[in-house]
């Protein structure tokens, strides 16, 4: 008898039959005696639907009204699966996120949630209901109608699994839980039943793109064990935990992460004065440019050069901020790179393994792939390297790091 | 600077470029300095889109929940008209059902509007706002979201229009205004430049179905000035009002009316004893048929032949009551005739007029129509005919009572 909070995303119920087969699951699991919440985008598409007519009328649209507009997605389809569960002989309930109330603050478009009041939610499941919740959305101090952008519904469902201290958060997707690598680069990737939140984090900010990266950071957070399983396909996903199980067993790495669509730009021959660093990277935080891997070289002679990447897409506005800081701090010369990739080994075993990172540099090195930088943190060690070396570079260090498995079938 | 409340049906919000038609409109109203709260439907095609998905899943969908799924439909209209208004330089705000906050008692898929809390409209309103309201929906004490059932949004409008004390309360439909009687079978009707309340629900509950006859009920109630207009055509429209302007000018007659679909059953030779009339149609409606017209006739012998009408698709069942209750009674026999129809003239002008009912009667002899039933009301004369004299009979009449007009070009 545990409280479980179940999400399921766009595609899991993007027509009446896929509701259906949702209705079925959920009542499968009352059927086991477990009280269930459960927490539904809109129909995939609908989302689209409605922005394309927002789209129609304002070229940016009002954000209050985008969300009056968006947040219905989601009402929709909790009706259409309360009608689904009550025809199976369930008591069932639809909330929109005013009703719960999800109480967010007023940045329409991507509120984050204050509070959640779950007086109403308790009442129903101690009655026996099923909880149906619209994710994505909440209603402000005001009652204005607030959105949590993009993928919103991942944290509606672990903001709710911690607020009713549930069991367990289950979220399901189109795939059926996190792998050591892509199995569309390496045909070999294994799921991992396990994995904590540092490396979850890590392997979805590096493009493991399962899970919205905001929920998974607020399960860390209020320690809501979460679980990632296939809508379509049964079995147990991964869980994704606070702490490795044991960490003598833990094995070094647990998963290759990896980004395409990055740039490289060099500003050569600086001064190496205190202060020089934020000179160069001010300007392009300014811009609104995102950078990610920054490295800094001091030479002998007094001069610095300072190496940083970013999106692909943002490299020619970047140059631009670069040449203009070339100008001012008489620097020699600004370098550009389009074609290169990140790779990064991820594992909280790192902590209690010696040698991770030579170990990765040696595999390199064997493949004969040159790494152009290298960045640290305590869990992960990631690489840059010219972009046409990824693929190798991903399959190597998948074996050398003992994560082959049994080749998995072609994901969707 | 008055205070008008419009409201715009679903053909007139049906796309985004009828949208933006319907905020030129508005814009215009505010240009002429007057204050415009602005009721909407769900976009044409929605609802009925819903519905399906609704029915895909549950034959017949819990109401609770088909609450939910369909007053979506307005919220999404409420956000694109605001958006649209607000693209035009105007300040504009949508209101869904609960923001307003119109609070219904909990009848799910007909609820009734118990009272309205205008405080946040009217402070957008002073602030210089448009404000935009999703019709057809409230909030129960509960908080669960209700609605007023198809039509609902006139209701809404008028609802609004009689809270705020508005000036005027607009209904914006496909047609002009109301008419003398239905263009489509005299192509002499003539637009009413104004008609009352009662001659109003008169001619709309006998077939010319202009507005929902609750918003007309309503607006008479609370006695909001109700103006019936075209969006797409520009027009003074006819307003409805208390009481005609000047009675001595009334015209006798101001419409003519016409319902076809009607069927007729005689249950003959039954005791002419207090209470038998009861005995007749007390089983009727414990069956939920509706009866219209009814016409007791006692003969000199102590029996009694008891003459009503249904509409045409109950008379089967009609007739299987009427036979049984003619075993009880032992009545004589059960006629039924379901090639009929009803014409009748409307007017308070009848009031102050004498020999209307004659002149009815005797140009339908002139034209040689039999007239096999006749009810008076205090503004309206009702025959039932023969269905193949209705077209006769309403030109023959509308020429008689002088409402003629120059043709009109047909309606949409």
Redesign the interface.
């Known amino acids: 008898m545990s409280l479980i909070v179940q999400k399921f995303g766009g595609t899991s119920v993007g027509s ?1 039959e896929r ?2 087969s949702v209705a079925d699951k959920i009542a499968s699991f009352r059927d086991q005696g477990h009280s269930v919440v459960v927490v539904v985008s809109a129909m995939s598409g609908e989302t689209n639907r ?1 922005t394309d ?2 789209q ?3 070229q940016s ?2 954000p ?3 969300d ?2 968006l ?2 997605g989601e ?2 389809t ?3 699966l ?3 569960l ?2 199976r002989g369930l008591s069932a ?2 909330y ?1 996120g ?2 719960v109330k999800i109480v967010t603050d007023s940045a329409h478009t991507k509120a984050r949630i204050k509070h959640i009041d779950d007086q109403a939610i308790h009442a129903d499941l101690a009655a026996g209901s099923v909880v149906v919740v619209a994710g994505f959305q909440g209603v402000d101090e005001e ?3 607030t959105t949590l952008g993009r993928g919103g519904s991942d944290t509606t469902a672990v903001a709710l699994a911690a607020a009713l201290k549930a069991d367990e958060c289950q979220i399901y997707t189109d795939v059926d839980g996190v792998y050591t690598t892509d199995p569309r680069v390496v045909d070999s990737a294994k799921r991992l039943n396990q994995i904590t939140f540092e490396e979850m984090l890590e392997m979805a900010s590096l493009g493991s793109k399962v899970l919205q990266i905001r929920s998974v950071e607020f399960a860390g957070k209020y320690q809501v064990p979460l679980r990632v399983l296939s809508s379509f396909v049964e079995g147990p996903g991964t869980l994704i935990t606070l702490e490795s199980d044991n960490n003598m067993e833990t094995p070094a790495v647990s998963g290759i992460a990896f980004q395409r669509d990055e740039a490289k730009l060099t500003i050569k021959g600086i001064p190496d004065t205190p202060g020089v660093a934020s000179k160069v990277l001010g300007p392009v935080s300014d811009a609104n440019i995102e950078v990610d891997v920054i490295v800094q070289n001091a030479a002998a002679d007094g001069t610095n050069d300072i190496t940083f990447t970013v999106a692909r897409n943002d490299l020619a506005r970047a140059a631009d901020v670069l040449e203009n800081v070339k100008q001012e701090l008489n620097a020699v010369e600004v370098l550009t790179d389009d074609a290169i990739c990140k790779v990064s080994i991820v594992g909280v075993g790192m902590r209690s393994h010696a040698g991770v990172a030579s170990k990765m540099f040696a595999t390199l090195a064997e493949l004969s792939i040159n790494i152009q930088l290298i960045t640290t943190s305590e869990i992960k060690v990631s690489v840059v390297l010219d972009e046409k070396y990824m693929e190798l570079a991903v399959r190597g260090l998948h074996t050398a790091f003992g994560l082959d498995g049994e080749p998995v079938l072609a994901q969707a």
């Open positions: 009446v509701i259906e409605l007519l927002a129609q009328v304002q649209p009002t209050r009204e985008m009056v507009l947040s219905t009402q929709v909790t009706a259409l309360s009608m689904a009550i025809k309930k639809s929109n005013r009703q009652g204005n109608i």
